[in-house]
């Protein structure tokens, strides 16, 4: 009570001038139009302002929430694009059962929680495992494009193989065409991946876009990868291509983990062959 006291004392003309000229602007908005329709503008300009940082500020710490939300939102709509209704042919009429439905592929949002990118052998963690579903040999993408196939899965976390690990051997194709090659890692640039054994005659130019062949029972085919940025026409049969990635390896967040319900049916038609 005393510091106020002494405050008070001590400020106690610039305190009376701040009162009196708040007196005076209180008696000028109220006695004149146009000074209070300036004043009130002004005024509704500053809190809109006001508002509208705390509604950024609000929006960024709901990011987090609202990218959980979207991506839940984004495996519901995949999968019920992959439910297909079931066709059966009676001779020349075809019929639809609308009741019934094929779903090939199933897929669940997880996200990436530890990522390797300037190694050799590159691995992922993701935040998802056995206790949602997710086992070995199951893609991950995310909405750029392919990122690796899960190697290992405990009850709580997966370890997925990235396509930046010189293992990795992924089919992959030149858009809207069926030729096709094999896509390595030769460890040098986590921008880019190599394209091998893609036929000579394949119509490959810069700026074309590669994609996933659908030829292995891992990934649907149509997964974007990245586009064509380099040709290298050596002697050989083959081209060796440089892709340029869709993603970028070293920054990744939310990812789609895809199931293949047909893949140990077409392993064991394919195995048949050495037989």
């Given amino acids: 009570m005393q510091q106020l006291i002494f405050f008070i004392q001590r400020f106690k003309y610039f305190l009376f001038f701040i009162l009196l000229e708040s007196i005076a602007i209180g008696f000028t908005i109220s006695n004149l139009s146009f000074h209070k329709s300036k004043i009130i503008n002004s005024t509704n300009l500053i809190?809109?302002?006001l508002y509208e940082q705390r509604s950024k500020i609000t929006d960024y710490f709901r990011l987090k929430s609202e990218n959980e939300i979207l991506a839940t939102e984004n495996v519901r709509l995949k999968n019920l694009l992959e439910k297909k209704p079931i066709v059966t042919i009676i001779r020349d009429s075809t019929i639809n059962d609308t009741?019934?439905?094929?779903?090939k592929f199933t897929f669940t949002a997880g996200k990436i929680i530890n990522n390797n990118y300037n190694k050799e052998f590159n691995f992922l963690t993701l935040n998802i495992g056995k206790n949602e579903g997710i086992d070995k040999e199951m893609a991950v993408v995310n909405s750029?494009?392919?990122i690796g196939i899960v190697d290992h899965a405990k009850p709580k976390y997966a370890r997925v193989q990235s396509i930046l690990n010189r293992n990795s051997?992924?089919?992959a194709r030149l858009k809207n065409t069926n030729y096709f090659g094999s896509l390595n890692w030769d460890g040098s640039d986590y921008k880019i991946v190599q394209l091998i054994d893609i036929p000579r005659q394949a119509p490959l130019r810069?700026?074309?876009t590669i994609e996933t062949g659908g030829k292995s029972a891992i990934f649907p085919e149509g997964i974007l990868i990245g586009r064509v940025s380099k040709i290298s026409r050596g002697n050989s049969a083959d081209?060796?291509?440089t892709i340029t990635l869709f993603n970028d390896m070293?920054?990744?967040g939310v990812v789609y983990v895809i199931k293949n319900f047909?893949?140990?049916e077409i392993r064991t038609i394919e195995s048949l062959e050495n037989e």
Avoid: P
């Fill in 47 to 49: 809190v809109a302002g």
């Fill in 144 to 146: 750029n494009g392919i």
């Fill in 250 to 252: 070293s920054n990744l």
């Fill in 206 to 208: 810069i700026g074309d």
């Fill in 239 to 241: 081209n060796t291509v």
């Fill in 169 to 171: 051997r992924i089919n």
């Fill in 99 to 103: 009741i019934k439905y094929f779903q």
């Fill in 262 to 264: 047909e893949k140990n």
